[in-house]
């Protein structure tokens, strides 16, 4: 089973910046393709960024050039760097894993409230 666990949201104004992380447990981190997603309030849930075992990575254009995915296999911790946030980015943040490239993800974790004021 893999435990997934997120950390550093909070209420930040626009402009501002916050760093995510997603602790990984119960498994071989390295061995899983990771992703960002969230849900603002209302909406479906919307994929934000993904990063590969190989460390390739892909994001929604709505973050482009503002959001920055990594991965520290030693640490086993996913993060999400985020500038010059906007009120639009409010929402629960949400890491997951999987084990293939195209499937579905396997494992999500609990979520994290980032609530951007304008």
């Known amino acids: 089973q893999v435990q997934l666990v997120e950390s550093g949201g909070g209420l930040v104004q626009a402009g501002g910046s916050l760093r995510l992380s997603c602790a990984v447990s119960?498994?071989?981190?390295?061995?899983?393709?990771m992703a960002w997603f969230r849900r603002a309030p209302g909406k479906e849930r919307e994929f934000v960024a993904a990063?590969?075992?190989?460390?390739?990575?892909n994001y929604a254009d709505s973050v482009k050039g503002r959001f920055t995915i990594s991965r520290d296999n030693a640490k086993n911790t996913l993060y999400l760097q985020m500038v010059s946030l906007k009120p639009e980015d409010t929402a629960v943040y949400y890491c997951a894993a999987r084990v293939l490239p195209v499937s579905g993800y396997d494992y999500w974790g609990q979520g994290t409230q980032v609530t951007v004021s304008s």
């Open positions: 119960g498994r071989t981190f390295s061995n899983y393709h």
């Open positions: 990063i590969s075992r190989n460390g390739g990575t």
